[in-house]
């Protein structure tokens, strides 16, 4: 493994100003321990089970961000610790993480995730269902909405994906309390941050391809 010189690769592409989270989900944890021992601490996972288990081995100066779809009945096992919640697609699942939050007694940061992509993807709210969800969310002191979260079309067509994240771009754009904005993959990061990207979620070329 070259996880060390796969970090250090993209690192040093990128600006100060663009936060990477290390996309660790399916991976053991001798290899996030390898990415930690590199100087590596935001990780993000898909599933919950996995980052509570990740979570307890790994040392606790670790940033845990959930990149993916959340049930609601699982948010109380990842509310004592997650950093980040990515993918917030709805405001029932937005007023259990106020709940759990309020329990554990802290703030967890949270993006909205909006559907960017042209094909066909469950996930993610439509742009204009997001003044809605920033609304009923005011009153909800345990959550920090930092911004918002997108992923573009799995295609080879550069056009349409920079024409994607720009849309997720312009949203952002729209709001003055957002300070996040998380887009970019492995195969279209470099795109993401032309187009304004300031948290980047890579994992297949920092910990090679995933096979399941
Ligand atoms: C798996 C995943 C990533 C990382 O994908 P790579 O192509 O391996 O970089 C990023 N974001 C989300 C939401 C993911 O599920």
Known sequence: MKIKENLSLIKDKLNKNVILV????????????????????????????????????????????????????????????????????????????????????RQIKCLIQIRIAKEETKFGILPHELELVLESSKSYNNILIEGLMGMASFTKDKNQIRSEFKLLKSIYDKYQSFKILSMGMSGDYSIAIEEGSNMIRVGSKIFGERFY
């Open 22 to 105: 290390a996309v660790s989900k399916t991976k053991p944890v001798k290899d996030l321990l390898e990415a930690y021992n590199a100087g590596q601490r935001i990780f993000g996972e898909n599933k919950i089970q996995e980052m509570v288990s990740k979570w307890e081995v790994m040392p606790k100066d670790v940033k845990w961000h959930m990149i993916g779809h959340v049930q609601r009945n699982k948010v109380k096992y990842m509310a004592p610790f997650v950093d980040y919640i990515h993918a917030v697609d709805s405001i029932r699942l937005l007023g259990e993480i106020q709940k759990q939050a309020e329990k554990n007694n």
